[in-house]
């Protein structure tokens, strides 16, 4: 038994020729399509930029042949890399070389080399300042306000002590009497480091604290002298001045 299945009829087109419409919507497909715009409102006020892949390409080839590889730089006669870069820590100022000089002429109150200190800066006393704070807060004292403000006040009283004592030859900078102060800390910092194994209260911890405050008060004084004028005359008074400073701060070590 067969089934009977019903065939629409083909109707074609009044030409008579059928391949027409298959021609026809050829040409339709193969007609270029503008770049994709989204859609906007009337009332928005925000403007939108289309975006074409093969302009981007074209561009990017461009670039690659006429400016070079994205990534890269050139300048006249030769090209510009990572390598001519300075290292950061001297960009940012901080010379380990110099801060390790300074710190080894501190070592030796007798000795000490005022050269190596005319260039001043701030990144050895700073260092230095974290170390002694750091030490503080193994024996339990948190200080970091206290001697940060201290060293400032310090740093100004001498500043205006060492000039006023200079009267008009004195040139003596902030810069440079903060430099000094701060890396003249070191015998304190030891003394900090030293503390904590030496027992709390006696007649030792004092004698102890009292050499180092000796030994900062020397060679800050013999600093200050070298680097300005005027100050060989009122040597003493300057020493006065330093023991005042680096005894506050001993008194912070051991009580």
């Known amino acids: 038994m067969t089934k009977e299945f019903a065939v629409p009829p083909v109707v074609f087109p009044s030409g008579g020729n059928p391949s027409a419409v298959g021609s026809n919507n050829i040409q339709q497909r193969r007609v270029a399509t503008a770049p994709f715009q989204p859609p906007r409102s009337s ?13 981007a390409a074209a561009s990017s080839s461009s670039s690659s042949l006429f400016g070079g590889p994205i990534g890269s730089s050139t300048v006249p006669g030769g090209s510009a ?9 001297d960009e940012l100022g901080i010379h380990p070389d110099q801060i390790w000089s300074k ?6 109150p007798f000795r000490s080399n005022p050269a190596v200190h005319k260039d001043s800066d701030l ?9 002694l704070c750091l030490f503080q807060l193994l024996a339990g004292k948190i200080q970091f306000g206290v001697i940060l403000g201290w060293i400032v006040v310090s740093s100004i009283f001498l500043y205006i002590v060492f000039n006023m004592l200079a009267g008009r030859n004195g040139n003596l900078d902030l810069h ?14 030891i003394l900090s480091a030293a503390s904590l194994f030496v027992p709390q209260g006696g007649t030792f911890r004092i004698a102890v604290a009292a050499v ?31 023991f005042l400073i680096y005894t506050l ?4 070590v051991i009580f």
């Open 81 to 89: 890399s990572f390598e001519d870069e300075e290292p950061l820590l």
């Open 123 to 131: 990144s050895g006393p700073i260092l230095l300042y974290m170390l």
């Open 103 to 108: 710190t080894k002429s501190i070592l030796n």
């Open 249 to 252: 701060f001993s008194l912070l």
């Open 43 to 55: 009332t928005s006020s925000i403007p939108f930029m289309s975006f074409d892949v093969g302009s």
């Open 176 to 189: 440079r009497c903060t430099s000094v102060v701060g890396y003249c800390m070191l015998p304190v910092v």
């Open 212 to 242: 180092f405050v000796l030994w900062a008060t020397r060679v800050c004084t013999g600093l200050m002298v070298a680097l300005a004028d005027g100050g060989d005359e009122h040597r003493g008074l300057i020493a006065y001045a330093c």
